[in-house]
């Protein structure tokens, strides 16, 4: 069993800053977007919303495949990934 370290300053800074700005992206996108989609003098989809969301979804979902991220790989890397906070960076890339 390994010795549990607390992550360093600066990356606990940097996964917080990451958490903030995609909360902000998406409060912004179902206050702001989402009510245009629905307005009947805007673009008046109404139920054909559903398809804007799906569409979105399978979009995200092989971009992340595209770039390497895909479920088997981070199920993988998930059981496997116990590094210190010094040494994140070549662990890491070392571990995936």
């Known amino acids: 069993m390994g010795r549990a370290e607390v992550s360093s300053y600066r ?7 990451v958490r903030v ?3 902000a992206a998406v409060t912004w996108f179902f206050t702001f ?6 307005n009947t003098d805007a673009s008046n989809l109404g139920a054909r919303t559903g398809f804007v969301f799906m569409g979105s979804s399978i979009l995200l979902f092989v971009g992340s495949l595209v770039l390497g991220a895909g479920p ?3 199920h993988d890397c998930g059981g496997r990934l116990v590094v210190g906070a010094t040494h ?3 662990d ?4 995936c």
């Not at 890491?92 to 571990?95: D, K, L, N």
């Open 11 to 17: 990356l606990r800074l940097k996964a917080q800053a």
């Open 21 to 23: 700005v995609s909360n």
């Open 33 to 38: 977007i989402v009510p245009c989609i629905y």
């Open 72 to 74: 088997v790989r981070l």
């Open 88 to 90: 994140y960076a070549q």
């Open 92 to 95: 890491v890339s070392a571990i």
